[in-house]
């Protein structure tokens, strides 16, 4: 399935109850976006999680559905909910100020990013362009997943520069290699929790949950294992697969992280162990 704003590769061969999401690695903005920003390009790729959907394309051959944006975050996030609207960047917005909410108004180095506020129907095209349609396809993969299988993971990738920013709220210091989000390991059983954290420090990456970051929209949204559902947001330092100051893929490490994710895909489908499968299918969350 194709969307001008997003992308759906379904698995090839055997299916698996994974779902990859990537709703950041996307550059493009449309004329009327255009019209109303004014950030740099350089920033545009800064602030996108670059190369993501690249490092899961190798999920479909192990069996998952993946799903990735074309938009840029600069036109709506995907990963913020529908309400999320800051007053100071959309007229009538919310009172608390945000600048990076659903309608991205400060770039994470500070800069502006909109020449104006936007109107309420500017928000309203740029949701019914993609952030409706984006979310309706997800909820419908996580829905067919779970009619088969009894339950659905969520895999929701994300990569983050490898030093804090202006733009965030956590201290100076570098970040972990991995940083799994689960809210305080609510969004999915521990089971689930536990092999992405176990695959990661097999591999010699370094792991700190929720820290920077403990999940966004799509897996506070999606992430009810009480109703089969489990949803894993994982952060992926950008220093593990490319040069941060000339955004270049280092191809070394590219491979590694390539590896990871497709490796992480198949020991999420759980097939060699079918008890743990049938926990998944229905449990009060963090039990498992």
């Known amino acids: 399935m194709v969307d001008p704003q997003f992308e759906v590769v379904e698995p090839k061969g055997g299916e698996t109850p994974v779902v990859v999401e990537v709703p950041h690695a996307g550059l493009s903005l449309d004329a009327e976006t255009l019209s109303y920003t004014i950030a740099p390009g350089r920033s545009i790729a800064r602030d996108a999680d670059l190369y993501v959907d690249a490092l899961f394309q190798d999920?479909?051959?192990e069996g998952a559905t993946l799903i990735y944006a074309r938009a840029s975050r600069y036109l709506v996030d995907l990963n913020r909910g529908e309400n999320d609207l800051d007053h100071e960047a959309v007229e009538g917005?919310?009172?608390t100020p945000w600048p990076r909410g659903l309608i991205w108004r400060l770039t994470t180095d500070g800069e502006p990013i909109l020449a104006r506020r936007l109107p309420r129907s500017e928000v309203d095209r740029r949701l019914?362009?993609?952030?409706?349609p984006y979310h309706r396809v997800l909820e419908g993969l996580l829905a067919?997943?779970?009619a088969?299988?009894?339950?659905a993971i969520l895999l929701c990738a994300h990569s983050m520069p490898?030093?804090?920013?202006?733009?965030h709220a956590d201290p100076g210091g570098a970040r972990a290699d991995i940083v799994p989000?689960?809210?305080?390991?609510?969004?999915?059983?521990a089971a689930v929790?536990?092999?992405?954290?176990?695959?990661?420090?097999?591999?010699?990456?370094?792991?700190r949950h929720d820290d920077p970051y403990r999940g966004g929209f799509s897996t506070g949204h999606y992430g009810t294992p009480q109703s089969a559902t489990h949803a894993v947001q994982i952060e992926i330092a950008r220093r593990l697969y490319m040069d941060e100051s000339t955004l270049r893929i280092d191809p070394q490490g590219f491979r590694g992280i390539r590896e990871f994710g497709r490796t992480l895909v198949a020991r999420l489908a759980f097939a060699e162990n079918p008890t743990t499968l049938d926990a998944l299918r229905g449990y009060p969350s963090g039990t498992v």
Do not use: E
């Open 93 to 95: 917005g919310g009172r």
């Open 193 to 207: 929790i536990d092999v992405v954290d176990k695959h990661a420090r097999a591999c010699n990456f370094t792991v």
């Open 59 to 61: 999920a479909p051959a």
């Open 148 to 151: 088969r299988f009894g339950f």
């Open 181 to 189: 989000g689960t809210r305080g390991r609510t969004t999915a059983a």
């Open 128 to 132: 019914d362009l993609v952030y409706r």
């Open 162 to 167: 490898s030093q804090p920013r202006r733009g």
């Open 144 to 146: 067919r997943k779970r």
